[in-house]
């Protein structure tokens, strides 16, 4: 039987649809455009909305880190730490990428959300669709018991898009954002009869992306 990388890596043969919107894993091919993404900016230079200031490198640093950080996301996979990155196409088009990150999942059924879309690709409502489609996968078909993100109170787009979408507060971090600079981090959950649904799903790959994660029992990694 021929292998796929599909087999490889169970993630690229997850695709999760949902309307106008797609989530599907990242082969190196997108990875091209998500890195030209990332380089064309995704916020202000004076703003940094990430934990770790990956967007102040310089361009070159900036692409070749965003390809090493999703190939070394995809060797490190086990059931007890994992990172689900999936690139994100509004209308066929590349626009991004939504992130679900767990530890010890099996016993804690519960990830953190973290995304960004390209400058031309915000404020159209994208972030809440792709928002809204994560949190519905991972409570309907990984059986998450509930969902974290966090952000910096300085970025009202994602807290927007926390409170649209049914997350409520769940306290304050004070954190070193850049080398010196205190930022506040708001803290958000959301339970899965919170959630403010959007589009239905349709899922495909999630059979093996189970098995992948140790969810049914079966083969979990070490
Ligand atoms: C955060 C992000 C993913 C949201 O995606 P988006 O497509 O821009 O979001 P949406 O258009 O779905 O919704 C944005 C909401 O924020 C609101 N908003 C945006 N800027 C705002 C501001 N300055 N003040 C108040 N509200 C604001 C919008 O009005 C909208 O809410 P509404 O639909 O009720 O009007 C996107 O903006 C992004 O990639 N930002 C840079 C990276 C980032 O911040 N990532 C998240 C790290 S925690």
């Known amino acids: 039987m021929t292998l796929t990388l599909a087999d490889l890596h169970p ?19 997108d990875l091209l455009g998500l890195c ?5 900016g995704i916020h202000p230079p004076d703003q940094m909305p ?4 990956w967007t102040d490198a310089e361009p070159g640093a900036l692409v070749r880190g965003t390809a090493a950080y999703h190939w070394s996301n995809r060797a490190e996979y086990s059931s007890s730490a994992w990172a689900l990155e999936l690139g994100v196409w509004y ?9 679900l990150r767990t530890r010890r999942f099996l016993t804690t059924r519960t990830g953190e ?20 489609a994560i949190c519905a996968f991972a409570f309907d078909h990984l059986d998450a018991a509930e969902v974290t993100s966090g952000a910096f ?11 649209k979408v049914g997350y409520r507060d769940n306290g304050r971090q004070r954190l070193e954002r850049r080398p010196g600079e205190l930022a506040v981090n708001q803290q958000l959950v959301l339970t899965p ?3 403010v649904r959007g589009d239905p ?16 029992g079966a083969d979990p990694l070490p």
Do not use: C, K
Not at 13 to 19: D, E, H, K, T, Y
Not at 50 to 53: D, E, Q, R, S
Not at 153 to 163: K, Q
């Open 153 to 163: 109170v300085d970025n009202p787009a994602s807290l927007a898009v926390s409170r």
């Open 201 to 216: 799903l349709e899922v495909e790959g999630l059979p093996a992306f189970r098995r992948l994660v140790g969810l049914d």
């Open 113 to 132: 959300t973290g995304s960004w879309l390209g400058r031309a690709h915000q404020g159209r409502g994208i972030g809440t669709r792709m928002r809204q």
């Open 11 to 29: 993630v690229l043969g997850l695709r999760i649809a949902a309307g106008p919107l797609e989530l599907r894993g990242i082969t190196d091919d």
């Open 50 to 53: 990430f934990y770790v200031p």
């Open 193 to 195: 009869g919170a959630l």
């Open 36 to 40: 030209a993404l990332a380089r064309d």
């Open 91 to 99: 209308d066929g088009v590349l626009v991004g990428s939504q992130g």
